[in-house]
């Protein structure tokens, strides 16, 4: 077994963010097991492609471009990506927790009989013992080195489990978009480049769904991109609560988002939700607004550059990772805010 493979979501021609953090983290890997980094692009119109990942560090980029994949659709890449990997057989496969990563990674990890875990928030590399059953069915000590630890909330956010694929490869994780940081490996990186012969890995009768029509919807915000967030929770208390939070969002240039508890209230649309079942944000500045901070929102902003909470419990789980606490009510605290940044504002 060998390599780490990062499948690379493209639209049209250009490779998605989600790709780009996975490669990240992949070389990262890679390097600790002493290992190359792979990566599979698949669509049409492929021409210079490379140029996009080998800069991330990537020793090996494996090309499939051919009418019919693009837009993807669920078997012509389930076919790829499985005969390659009876080829190459992988050590490790990286997905994103997306729309086709969910599609495609349970098809790939059951042709396979491989594991695969969603939505992870961690991946590290590390050692573990285990006991297993020999062969006269009694316990014995197993030790397992260099193992894919695949970390992620569980038990709806209430505890983090780590799961491991001892026995089986390649060892297969989802990630969602913005969880892992996106860096440039090297600008001068040099990696194989290797076009592969499509109908060699899928037959033409996986064709079988042909897309007719396809509309691409623009987000309504930035929230990822977005410096500053401010963030309303359920202590917001109401949607007209949330009006404020816009006020002082325009203010400070910054974008609005939610905890669950808001969205579910139904005081704010669930594209602005923030956490495990939301987006992962990093902005410099996030102000969490009457949030109680549990560990499902917290896994969607802990790694923002500055946490501001304001909240009227000063033991609030989000408190303890907050690096300023305003203790107060939301609807004390933020129209004091919104007329000093209207009059200190330039």
Known sequence: MNSVFVYCEIEGTKVKDVALELLTKGRKLANTL??????????????????????????????????????????????????????EKPQICLMGATVIGRDLGPRVSSALFSGLTADCTQLEIDDFDMKVKNEAGELIDKHYENQLMQIRPAFGGNIVATIVNPEHRPQMATVREGVMKKEVFDENYKGEVIRHD?????????????????????????????????????????????????????????????????????????????????????????????????????????????????????????????????????????????????????
């Open 34 to 87: 002493g290992v190359q980094l792979e990566c599979i692009i698949a669509g049409s119109g492929l021409d210079g492609v490379e140029n996009q990942v080998i800069k991330y560090g990537v020793d090996k980029v494996h090309i499939f471009d051919a009418e019919g994949l693009f837009p993807y659709t669920s078997n012509p890449h389930t076919a790829l990506v499985v005969n390659l990997f009876k080829e």
């Open 198 to 346: 499509v109908a060699k890995y899928v037959p033409e009768t996986e064709y079988v769904v042909k897309v007719i029509d396809r509309h691409v919807q623009q987000a309504k915000h930035n929230l990822k991109g977005s410096p500053i967030i401010v963030s309303g929770g359920y202590g917001v208390g109401s949607k007209e609560g949330f009006d404020m939070l816009f006020e002082l969002a325009k203010e400070l240039h910054a974008e609005v988002g939610a905890s669950r508890a808001a969205v579910d209230a139904g005081w704010i649309d669930n594209d602005r939700q923030i956490g495990q079942t939301g987006v992962t944000v990093r902005p410099k500045v996030y102000i969490a607004c009457g949030i109680s901070g549990q560990i499902q929102h917290i896994a969607g902003m802990q790694d923002s550059g500055i946490i501001i909470s304001i909240n009227n419990d000063p033991d609030a789980p989000i408190n303890t990772i907050a690096d300023y606490v305003i203790n107060g009510t939301v609807e004390e605290v933020v129209p004091k805010m919104i007329k000093y940044y209207k009059q200190n504002n330039k």
